[in-house]
């Protein structure tokens, strides 16, 4: 009876953690039929429509994207699982509404997987319900907008992280149990395939969650078994998606920063300091409890990725919020000495409750703000009306990419980044895109940025930048076939005004569309000069010294680290003297096709390189400078197509082995057994 009453309080107050929640996530805006918009959120829900009415008609999850940075690899270096969760929730619901309740799913989800994982340590009631109310203080939290798994975040783009790492905490919980009761392997494999496909740091809490097993020195061997088969059966699942993930490493642009902290308070801010003050209380008063060893373990461990994660090729940040939630949270455990004398305790979380949303409306100042700003969505702007004449005109100009100037104005339409959605709302490439990773063009475009716009975000800090400088930019724009060019500054407007090449197309109200005079928007063209085949060391980094440098652009190199030449400064220039060209090309989703009448000369495809382009009409496709692809014909048709590589075919066939050991351990065998069981008690038998 007691227990069910103990249930009953906390599904009662789970029930209005969810609430309190909607009360700022309100469903007058979460089920409007508008496309959500706000920082990187704007840019996700055009990949959701993507892998819906492209990717999974074609039977793939992971695909090519033509529209963004000269085309890219789509979760092949990002995370699907939401984006699946999105469409098949699209099937019952509008895709808009779909993409709505994904997107808050992390936030609503961490309550719950805190108190699951409590529930899981054996803590007795009322310490789990404690630990889900402990959780609104980080979720709530508006010192940062970018570290991950809080609102703010959330709001501006971590959707993955924040799903990824509500379920790392269930995890701790499930492993736990597991371990400890020899019982739920199949699930706890399950889930490391979830946390894999939701996000690369939930992937690595879930390892450093495991190694903490392997310290019990009676019971390791027992505890590597399990961890091996649970492990082993997550990454198998995980297979088809890790294999291809590892091979195409060499084609991503890294991204390693180390993040300068202050002061310890940008960690814990004024709202997290009650839950920090109990949390270092519980810490004392049991410290000899096992579980609090568990806790210590991951948060320890945290911090020292926190350290490393520059020095292996890892942002460091991202391992902050889950020290944070460690902090807010392990202070429901401080009743745990007191739990057995505690009398009415069936009030304590209500009580609880309302300090917690006190505390938490009194430290919230711009969420709700935020909320009403990204899910009234695009359509809800005042300025909706200029961005779609700019996208409809764009729809009727092309051929080529779009090229625009980076500036936070653009937020007027519902975020900065608004145009790195012309591919969905204008049915145009463009350069710039979210998944700026996954390209090796990336660097040539932001340099690209840098000189056409008057705000430079310059995201790689590996690399150097320009300023504002459109004559110089024009070379670079007419390599990455652009078209046209969208100014809102003053100063860029002055320049492109006074910039030969550039002609005034188009304006519209604050914004001005420029025509590049030299540019035809061809996506194949033949070379002037025979290109030259390049030994380096880095690659990526001389063809960015290639690029930066005008006189070089007409004689593009060829990766070779066997080849003669390996110094800019000596490049041969050999003209290529050729008939008028007739190419004739046709751009698909994941294919482009030509006709040529010249066999054997090199033609560039002003496309991103990646080795899982195949090229039918010629013998190979080579990594030219700065980023492209480029083929010898050796007939008239030339077909490239993204296909898949021997990585893809062995990950998906380590899938496929783990789906069959999956389904036999947990549903073929148990039945099996349990025929056998009933028809030995049958009489006669």
Not at 284 to 313: K, M, S
Not at 641 to 646: D, E, H, I, V
């Amino acid at each position: 009876m007691e227990n069910r009453r103990d249930y009953l309080v906390d599904l009662t107050v789970l029930g209005l953690i969810a609430l309190f929640l909607l009360s700022f996530f309100e469903p007058r805006y979460l089920f409007s039929l508008t496309t959500t918009t706000g920082g990187d959120t704007g840019s996700h829900y055009p990949t959701a429509v993507y892998l819906k009415e492209v990717l999974l008609p074609q039977g793939k999850i992971m695909g090519w994207v033509m529209g963004n940075y000269a085309g890219f690899p789509l979760f092949y270096h990002y995370f699907p699982l939401p984006f699946l969760l999105m469409v098949l929730l699209s099937f019952a619901l509008p895709m808009q509404i779909a993409f709505k309740l994904v997107s808050v799913l992390g936030v609503f989800l961490l309550p719950l997987s805190c108190y699951l994982a409590f529930r899981l340590l054996r803590y007795p009631f009322p310490i789990p319900i404690g630990g889900a109310l402990f959780t609104l203080p980080f979720l709530f939290l508006e010192a940062n907008s970018m570290w991950g798994a809080n609102i703010p975040s959330t709001l501006a783009g971590e959707i993955s992280y924040g799903i990824g790492i509500s379920l790392a905490f269930l995890f701790m919980g499930t492993l736990y149990a597991g371990l400890t009761e020899k019982k739920w392997l199949l699930l706890n494999g399950f889930l490391v395939f979830l946390l894999g496909l939701s996000h690369g740091y939930s992937l690595i809490f879930a390892a450093v969650t495991g190694s903490y097993f392997l310290f019990n020195r009676i019971a390791w061997r027992e505890n590597l078994w399990y961890l091996f088969r649970a492990y082993g059966l997550g990454f198998l699942l995980l297979a088809f998606w890790l294999f291809p993930f590892i091979a195409t490493l060499p084609y991503v642009t890294e991204y390693v920063t180390a993040w300068y902290i202050k002061s310890v308070w940008e960690v814990f801010p004024r709202i997290l300091i009650p839950g920090l003050a109990l949390s270092l209380t519980a810490l004392f008063l049991n410290l000899f409890d096992r579980r609090t060893w568990y806790f210590l373990y991951n948060v320890a461990f945290c911090l020292l990725l926190y350290y490393l994660g520059p020095r292996v090729g890892v942002l460091d940040i991202r391992f902050i919020p889950i020290l944070q939630i460690f902090a807010a949270v392990y202070g429901a455990t401080a009743l745990l000495v007191f739990v057995g004398k505690l009398r009415g305790k069936e009030t304590l979380p209500f009580i609880v409750f309302l300090v917690v949303i006190l505390w938490v409306a009194g430290n919230t100042t711009f969420i709700k703000g935020w909320i009403a700003w990204n899910y009234s969505g695009f359509e809800g702007k005042n300025d909706w009306p200029l961005f779609q004449q700019i996208n409809a005109h764009l729809r009727d100009t092309g051929p080529g990419r779009v090229v625009y100037e980076h500036s936070p104005l653009h937020n007027t339409f519902g975020t900065e980044r608004a145009f790195e959605s012309l591919p969905y709302f204008a049915g145009r490439d463009t350069l710039e895109g979210l998944y700026m990773q996954s390209s090796p063009s990336s660097p040539f475009i932001f340099y690209i940025q840098s000189e056409v716009s008057r705000v430079c975000s310059g995201p790689f800090p590996q690399y150097h930048y320009s300023s504002l400088n459109l004559p110089a930019a024009l070379p670079g724009l007419k390599l990455f076939n652009v078209t046209q060019y969208i100014v809102r500054s003053p100063e860029a407007k002055k320049m492109a005004a006074a910039t030969p090449g550039l002609k005034l197309e188009r304006s519209f109200g604050d914004y001005q569309i420029y025509r590049l005079t030299g540019s035809d928007g061809r996506y194949v063209v033949p070379l002037d000069y025979q290109p030259v085949y390049f030994a380096t060391t880095d690659w990526k980094r001389t063809f960015y010294d290639w690029f930066r440098d005008p006189d070089l652009l007409a004689v593009p190199l060829i990766y070779d680290p066997q080849a003669a030449v390996n110094d800019l400064a000596v490049l041969p220039r050999q003209p290529l003297p050729h008939a008028r060209p007739v190419i004739r090309e046709k751009i698909g989703a994941e294919e482009i096709s030509f006709d040529t009448n010249l066999i054997g000369h090199p033609h560039l495809i002003k496309l991103s390189y990646h080795p899982n382009w195949q090229v039918e009409g010629a013998k190979r496709i080579h990594l030219v400078s700065p980023s492209f692809m480029l083929v010898y014909p050796d007939r008239n048709h030339v077909r490239l197509y993204f296909g898949k590589t021997a990585f893809n075919y062995i990950g998906e066939g380590l899938t496929l082995a783990g789906l069959l050991i999956w389904l036999i351990s947990g549903i073929i065998y148990p039945a099996y057994v349990r025929k056998t069981q009933a028809l030995a008690g049958r009489p006669g038998l």
